[in-house]
């Protein structure tokens, strides 16, 4: 069965570096999610891609965070200058036309 | 303010004990509600989408029901592979794409 892959699956940056996430959406979807889950708290929208624009964003998405499709295949999170409340579990989704969100199984993300 | 709320947050089973796990959602019109399960260190596996009020999903030992106000899911004689966390969410209307999720309901299942 297709699925969503992240790499790495976890990564370690020091406060103020900039950060680049890595997500390969299942090969047909045209719809494309990043999501954050800080330990134990819920699941957070941060933005959503289609067509290779953003189509919606959260109020977490500020100027720090930024999304790009640099190819068919990879869909990218950067975070510039990294600050400790970023660290968090980052998920990347995918979905094809009227169909839910399939989500990969993340990158934990450390400041330190 | 679309919000999702999950009751228990912890439930402990004995295999073959049927429960169920409730979402309480408000939402500005209702796209889709979502349930999805988590394992630990997992991203969310999807499970049902509900689209309106009275509709039913079914899988294996899970059944997915919809009200205006929540949503239920039913485990029937539960294994203990049925741990998990699971998960719910909605999608409201009006070209919002965002899922908004609740904090979950961790599943315990003891054979």
């Known amino acids: 069965e297709p699925e969503v892959t992240q790499t790495p699956s976890h990564q370690v940056t020091q406060m103020g570096q900039e950060v680049i996430l890595r997500c390969v959406p299942i090969?047909?979807?045209?719809?494309f999610y990043w999501y954050r889950q800080i330990l134990g708290q819920k699941v957070e929208f941060l933005v959503s891609f289609y067509n290779n624009e953003i189509s919606e964003k959260s109020e977490i998405f500020d100027d720090q965070f930024s999304v790009e499709r640099p190819d068919g295949s990879n869909f990218t999170l950067k975070i510039r200058s990294t600050k400790l409340e970023d660290s968090a579990m980052y998920f990347c989704?995918?979905?094809?036309?009227?169909?839910?969100?399939?989500f990969g199984d993340g990158t934990r993300l450390s400041i330190l | 303010e679309d919000q999702v709320t999950q009751s228990p947050e912890a439930l402990r089973l004995q295999e073959g004990e049927s429960s169920s796990l409730n979402c309480s959602y408000t939402v500005s019109g209702l796209r889709g509600l979502f349930w999805y399960r988590q394992d630990p260190g997992k991203g969310p596996e999807f499970l049902f989408t509900?689209?309106?009020a009275g509709e039913e999903k079914e899988k294996e030992r899970l059944k997915a029901t919809l009200t205006k106000k929540e949503s239920f899911l039913h485990i029937t004689a539960p294994k203990p592979e049925d741990s998990a966390t699971y998960l719910c969410a909605v999608q409201a209307r009006g070209g919002a794409d965002g899922l908004t999720f609740g904090k979950g309901t961790h599943l315990i299942i003891q054979p």
């Open positions: 090969s047909n979807h045209l719809y």
């Open positions: 989704a995918s979905k094809g036309a009227a169909q839910p969100q399939h």
């Open positions: 509900l689209y309106s």
